[in-house]
DNA sequence: ATGATATCGCAACACAGTTGCATTGATTGT
DNA sequence: ACAATCAATGCAACTGTGTTGCGATATCAT
């Protein structure tokens, strides 16, 4: 893990006012340099040889995405997957997710809630408030 | 349960060569007579009182959606919900889910699929497959 | 009616995620 | 630097969804 994602890391942590400990800032160190969004398994044996329990690191994953410093995705594996909010994620985006090997990467933000709102129609009486959309697909490796 | 429902639904599995067994019609037929889409446990409550195991609803579903009479909707409660595919439904669609009450709704057929596609580009070398999109919001109840 | 076998029911299991509580340790004030 | 505070951790036990293996049962073709 280089020195750049920890430090980083705790930065982070500090500036959203919590304290900055071991598990956090190398929790978030990790997803810091993860490319693609990872499964709290992925991360726990990632992890593994250092201490780190199950629930600390739900906690921990919660408390992220509570401050938004990370963000959950839903999957139709029942899995929740996580990843680091950079800038170009802030916003509402798209997820891709491969129907091979599972492989879940974020898309660049697409306006597409305007869009795709306009897209559908909902019945009478309900009311918009986001709109979730996953692509499903082969990731480059297996295509 | 009315009896057109328990007929249709015999019918529907016959035509696809399985066996007619009591626990497929009836499970089937309370699917067809339901607006939204239900999960496992709610089938369940609602069949309390007839013989029914959890494993043989489980299969019952399976088995429905594999030769697609049904369809599977992933959700972010991480449950999953079934629905009858009607003619509307056939093709893909957008569901909605209430962020108050979980009520789930399948939405018109949009022809979302070619349209959000263009919406959005993969990653070179990536292979679309399918889109999944769930609009979230308020149902009339609950706004 | 009967036999072949698809389906069912039960028990046991796998895995994701949660809760309560005693212990630990990061920060703050002195 | 050190103690006090209380946020955060680790552990144990639990919940809920979904799966697997296997013997028993019920459906359907004959």
New interface residues.
């Given amino acids: 893990m280089p020195n750049t994602y920890v430090s980083a890391a705790e930065a982070m942590i500090r500036k959203e006012g919590g304290r900055a400990t071991d598990s956090r800032v190398r929790i978030l160190a990790l997803l810091l340099a993860e490319d693609q969004a990872i499964t709290h398994r992925e991360i726990e044996t990632r992890m593994s040889g250092q201490q780190l329990d199950r629930v600390t690191l739900y906690r921990v994953l919660q408390w992220l995405a509570d401050r938004g410093l990370i963000h959950k995705i839903?999957?139709?594996d029942?899995?929740?997957r996580f990843h680091v909010n950079h800038a170009a994620y802030a916003h509402q985006h798209?997820h891709?997710k491969c129907?091979n090997c599972a492989k879940v990467?974020c898309?660049?933000d697409?306006a597409?809630g305007r869009?795709?709102?306009r897209?559908?129609?909902?019945?009478?009486?309900?009311?918009?408030?986001?709109?979730?959309?996953?692509?499903?697909?082969?990731?480059?490796k297996c295509?």
Same sequence: chains 1, 2.
């Fill in positions: 839903s999957s139709d029942h899995v929740w798209a891709f129907t990467v898309l660049e697409l597409s869009q795709s709102e897209l559908l129609t909902l019945p009478a009486g309900y009311r918009f408030q986001a709109i979730e959309l996953t692509i499903k697909g082969l990731c480059a295509v």
